[in-house]
T-cell receptor
């Protein structure tokens, strides 16, 4: 099956620092990757859609200058949380959608998530 | 926008059957997905419906009625390991087939 990895799985950082999270599709190419955030006991909230070779599309209320997304290749997208603050502490999950022909059941495959704790 | 509603919590007994409902409102409906998520882990795919009717996969079944904006996930022969959150997600063709998740239903299976 399709596998998506994330690195790191867990990170603790000081307030004001920047943190980069990588999302990789291991055995398929993904023209589109998605970044979600999940606070405790809440559902996944879509932050942005990452498109290979173009700018990311951010959901309303998500600061694009704070959450930098780079989709450099068909198998890698990165999310950088800049000047992190304690309220950014959350579970960040990426998903990747395999490149398929239009009309196919283009499901998303989720990474294992990254637990970010900002002190 | 998308309005996806699920019950927040449910409790059921081991060996029993439980039905988790999901209602949605979206202008560009293009499929409904159910995911299971254990605490601290990423969601795992359970089922997918795009046409009306029932899809069965072992102990799990999912039903969809597009005219009613309604789906349910049916879990049979409950096991303790089924204790998890169950997320209903709707794919919206009007926003590039993005997924929008409901709040999730936390299911607790008791002996």
């Amino acid at each position: 099956g399709a596998v998506v990895s994330q690195h790191p799985s867990r990170v603790i950082c000081k307030s004001g620092t920047s943190v980069k999270i990588e999302c990789r599709s291991l055995d398929f190419q993904a023209t589109t990757m998605f970044w979600y955030r999940q606070f405790p006991k809440q559902s996944l909230m879509l932050m942005a859609t990452s498109n290979e070779g173009s700018k990311a599309t951010y959901e309303q209320g998500v600061e694009k200058d704070k959450f930098l997304i780079n989709h450099a290749s068909l198998t890698l997208s990165t999310l950088t949380v800049t000047s992190a603050h304690p309220e950014d502490s959350s579970f960040y999950i990426c998903s990747a959608r395999p490149y398929t022909l239009a009309g196919a059941n283009n499901e998303q495959f989720f990474g294992p998530g990254t637990r970010l704790t900002v002190l | 926008g998308q309005n996806i509603d699920q019950p927040t919590e449910m409790t059921a007994t081991e060996g029993a059957i439980v039905q988790i409902n999901c209602t949605y409102q979206t202008s560009g409906f293009n499929g409904l997905f159910w995911y299971q998520q254990h605490a601290g882990e990423a969601p795992t795919f359970l089922s997918y419906n795009v046409l009306d009717g029932l899809e069965e996969k072992g102990r799990f079944s999912s039903f969809l009625s597009r005219s009613k904006g309604y789906s349910y996930l049916l879990l049979k022969e409950l096991q303790m390991k089924d204790s998890a959150s169950y997320l209903c997600a709707v794919r919206d063709a009007n926003t590039g087939n993005q997924f929008y998740f409901g709040t999730g239903t936390s299911l607790t299976v008791i002996p």
